[in-house]
C-alpha cells in the first residue's frame, strides 16, 4: 500500500530565508505521482507543485522547487525566499498508482509552517 | 468559472441530526472526490466520482454516510444520525481524467466545517 510521511509537524523560518519541508513515501510502483499542496487557515488547498515519477527534472514553479530523490524515495519541498504569507500547514501527496486509475491522493500528516517576521 | 464551491462553509448541528453538504466542481470536471480531514491530520480519501457513476468508497464511509452525484453535476454527502466523531473538514475536489494522459489538476474547495455537539 501506498504511503505518505512527514516527520516534521512543525517549522520556523526567518523571513526571506529559505526551508525545507521533509517527505517521504513509500510504494511498490514505478508509475507514481507527487504532489505538495499548502492549506491555510480558510482550508482551502492550493497546489504548489507536481512531480512525476519518470519526470528527469526536479519540479520547479516559483520560488518552490521539489528536490526528488528517488532511489532514497524523497520529495522534499523547498521554498526559497520565504514570506509571512508562506505561513499556513503543508501536505506531501502521492496519486495512487496510474495503473489503478482511480487518481485518489494519499496525504502525510503534514508540516505546520510559520514564517517569522 | 470560479473553481469548486462548497456549502456550507460551516455546520454546527446536534448529535443524532441529518446533515447534507454540498458540491459544486469545475463545470468540465469529468472527476469529483470527497475527503475527510480531522484536526491536525492530512485528507483522507472517502469516495469519487467518474461522471455520475460513484466508483470506490473507502472503508471510512460508514453505511450512515451517502454520496451522490446526479447528472454528473454536483454533489451531495449526506451523513445520517451524526455522532461526534463525525466532527471534521469535509473536502471536495474535481478534476478531469483523460486515459492515456498523467493527470495532476486536482482542484479542492475551501471545505465544509462540520461540528457535532
Known amino acids: 500500500a501506498q504511503k505518505i510521511t512527514q516527520t516534521q509537524p512543525g517549522m520556523f523560518v526567518q523571513e526571506k530565508e529559505a526551508v525545507t519541508l521533509d517527505c517521504t513515501y513509500d510504494?511498490?510502483?514505478?508509475?507514481?505521482?507527487l504532489f505538495w499542496y499548502k492549506q491555510p487557515s480558510s482550508g482551502e488547498m492550493i497546489f504548489l507543485i507536481y512531480q512525476g515519477s519518470y519526470d528527469q527534472q526536479n519540479a520547479t514553479e516559483g520560488r518552490y522547487s521539489l528536490n526528488f530523490q528517488k532511489a532514497r524515495k524523497s520529495a522534499n519541498l523547498v521554498i526559497s525566499a520565504s514570506q509571512l504569507g508562506d505561513s499556513a500547514m503543508y501536505f506531501c501527496?502521492?496519486?495512487?498508482?496510474?495503473?489503478?486509475?482511480?487518481?485518489?491522493?494519499?496525504f502525510g500528516q503534514g508540516t505546520t509552517l510559520q514564517v517569522k517576521p | 468559472d470560479t473553481g469548486v464551491s462548497q456549502d456550507p462553509r460551516h455546520k454546527i448541528t446536534k448529535r443524532g441530526q441529518n446533515v447534507t453538504f454540498r458540491c459544486d466542481p469545475i463545470?468540465?470536471?469529468?472527476?469529483l472526490y470527497w475527503y475527510r480531514q480531522t484536526l491536525g491530520q492530512g485528507p483522507e480519501f472517502l469516495t469519487y466520482f467518474q461522471n455520475e457513476a460513484q466508483l470506490e468508497k473507502s472503508r471510512l464511509l460508514s453505511d450512515r454516510f451517502s454520496a451522490e452525484r446526479p447528472k454528473g453535476s454536483f454533489s451531495t454527502l449526506e451523513i445520517q444520525r451524526t455522532e461526534q466523531g463525525d466532527s471534521a473538514m469535509y473536502l471536495c475536489?474535481?478534476?478531469?481524467?483523460?486515459?492515456?494522459?498523467?493527470?495532476?489538476?486536482?482542484?479542492f474547495g475551501s471545505g465544509t466545517r462540520l461540528t457535532v455537539v
Open positions: 475536489a474535481s478534476s478531469l481524467e483523460d486515459r492515456g494522459r498523467a493527470n495532476y489538476g486536482y482542484t
Open positions: 510504494t511498490s510502483d514505478p508509475s507514481y505521482g
Open positions: 463545470s468540465e470536471h469529468n472527476r
Open positions: 501527496a502521492m496519486r495512487e498508482p496510474f495503473s489503478s486509475n482511480t487518481g485518489k491522493l494519499i
